[in-house]
């Protein structure tokens, strides 16, 4: 299958940017409407960027939300709180229960009565994880389809642990840690390396997510009562993804009544702006329809 077959009729001006209030404050995301979809896929970035990682500029083949479109999917990628349009209120959501309630807001603002198909899907890279799982645990997460989780682990390796202490030291920490989440360079087009295209601050209270997220993902994981899939870069530098190290992260989700955790081939940890991000998100795409399937069932 070719870029070309599958971004076929899913033009630029097809991929929506939107902005809505939410309680009072303008929230914003990108979003690209199918007209009987089979789903919707609501996408959550990582940290230092925004809703542009799942759609990056010049790159369509590369990009979720087109690729999602042409196969029937409806796709939502929200620029989470304290990121876009709600970067001036970032304070705001400090508390993890005002980011869940206001990313529930927004996907329901933006969804209106538009259709939904079998319902929504929920996929997250790196630092969005934290987001998803708690919306995932959250009462309201039990009526999702399914939940992706991606570029995140339980344990760092011991290399990344050594470049974080040196980041609380120096700003060469912060460049080295860069290097890891895009390696190797040669697997991402080179204008989009280190988040040029797709880069801007994180928000206050990341910090506290970093910090707190090994032990959040044991509590959290507890809850999950929808069909999860854990994807790892077969080049991921920062989490570990070791056989051992994935057994954990599986024994955590015992209530999750199916759970994979697939090794994503000439991939780092920006999986959906990499030259095989294609690759990956049709096995995301994938396992959506399996997860409409099953709610069919």
Request: aromatic share 8%.
């Amino acid at each position: 299958m070719t870029a070309q077959m599958v971004t076929e009729g899913v033009e630029r001006d097809v991929v929506i940017p939107r902005v809505v209030e939410v309680d009072g404050i303008p929230m914003s995301a990108l979003c690209v409407e199918a007209d009987q979809p089979r789903a919707v896929v609501l996408a959550l970035h990582g940290g230092a960027t925004t809703a542009r990682y799942f759609d990056c500029p010049g790159h369509p083949a590369l990009s979720l939300l087109r690729t999602a479109a042409a196969l029937g999917f409806t796709v939502l990628a929200l620029d989470r709180p304290g990121y876009g349009a709600s970067a001036p209120y970032a304070r705001t959501f400090d508390e993890p229960a005002r980011r869940v309630d206001a990313c529930y807001g927004l996907a329901e603002t933006l969804l209106d009565s538009r259709p939904r198909g079998a319902g929504v899907f929920l996929s997250a890279h790196s630092a969005g994880c934290d987001l998803a799982l708690r919306m995932a645990a959250d009462q309201r997460g039990q009526t999702l389809l399914g939940v992706e989780l991606a570029g995140t682990g339980l344990r760092k390796h011991t290399e990344a642990r050594a470049r974080i202490d040196e980041m609380t030291r120096t700003r060469r920490g912060a460049a080295l840690i860069g290097e890891m989440l895009w390696y190797p360079a040669d697997l991402f087009p080179p204008e989009l390396l280190g988040g040029k295209l797709i880069g801007c601050s994180s928000p206050p209270y990341e910090g506290t997510v970093l910090r707190d997220w090994p032990e959040d993902l044991r509590q959290l994981a507890r809850h999950v009562r929808i069909p999860v899939r854990c994807t790892h870069a077969e080049y991921e530098r920062f989490w570990r993804t070791d056989p051992a190290a994935l057994a954990e992260i599986q024994a955590l989700f015992a209530g999750a009544p199916r759970f994979l955790h697939p090794l994503q081939p000439d991939s780092g940890h920006t999986l959906s702006v990499g030259y095989a991000a294609r690759a990956y998100h049709l096995g995301l795409l994938s396992f959506v329809e399996q997860c409409v399937l099953r709610s069919a069932r």
